[in-house]
């Protein structure tokens, strides 16, 4: 049944190669960077709110590996050469 349908992909195998996912790739679901970037992503959220300079007593931090300044209870993220005020979950 399947006999003829062989013989006429056969003429195109060399073109297709076989298609797989790989773990440890960066986009992959199981890979640890697409793990620490969905939760980036889940656990700060960049707001509307941007400002040219900072307040001042301002300490830079890391959270999740990403910089932020922590300014009393507000963090700011830089952005394009100025900050965008993000909130962390």
Same mark, same amino acid.
């Given at each position: 049944?399947f006999?003829?349908?062989v &013989?006429s992909i056969?003429p195109?195998a060399?073109?297709?190669s &076989?298609?797989?996912?790989?773990?440890?790739?960066?986009?992959?679901? /199981?890979?640890?960077a /697409?793990?620490?970037?969905?939760?980036t992503?889940r656990?700060?959220r960049?707001?509307?709110? *941007?400002?040219?300079?900072l307040?001042?007593? !301002?300490?830079?931090?890391s959270?999740?590996?990403?910089l932020?300044?922590? !300014?009393g209870?507000?963090y700011?993220?830089?952005?394009?050469?100025?900050?965008?005020?993000?909130h962390? *979950?």
């Open positions: 049944m006999a003829g349908l &013989d056969a195109f060399p073109f297709v &076989d298609a797989q996912a790989r773990v440890g790739r960066p986009l992959t679901p /199981g890979s640890v /697409g793990v620490a970037r969905r939760t992503r656990t700060i960049r707001s509307t709110v *941007y400002v040219a300079r307040p001042a007593a !301002c300490v830079k931090t959270i999740n590996g990403t932020l300044w922590h !300014c209870s507000t700011y993220q830089p952005y394009g050469g100025r900050y965008v005020v993000v962390v *979950y």
